[in-house]
């Protein structure tokens, strides 16, 4: 957890009313309800998101660590704006 957060995106969808959810496992790091993460790959400039909800096999998590495949629910993006390839990474 010492390491910078990074995940590697797998899925990409959309709750009704929520937002924009973006699967993968955890590489490296942590990530918090919260924090603010970069969507990096792909694009020209890197966006950043504010994690607004995480899940795991259903559960409600604060946190999520290196190994932890998690859906992460990101505020203000739109679904056309993040696809499978690119990676959540800590900003910076």
């Known amino acids: 957890t010492d390491k910078p957060f990074l995940m590697p995106v797998e899925d990409v969808f ?3 009313g929520r937002g924009t959810v973006a699967t993968g496992r955890v590489e490296r790091g942590q990530v918090n309800v919260g924090d603010t993460v970069e969507v990096v790959g792909l694009k020209e400039k890197a966006e950043q998101y ?3 909800g995480l899940e795991m096999f259903r559960k409600v998590l604060d946190s ?6 998690v859906g992460a629910l990101l505020r ?7 696809e499978r390839g690119q990676v959540l990474a800590k900003p910076g």
Do not use: Q
């Open 14 to 16: 959309t709750i009704t």
């Open 50 to 52: 504010v994690v607004t």
């Open 64 to 69: 999520a660590v290196a190994g932890d495949n």
């Open 76 to 82: 203000g993006v739109d679904r056309k704006d993040i």
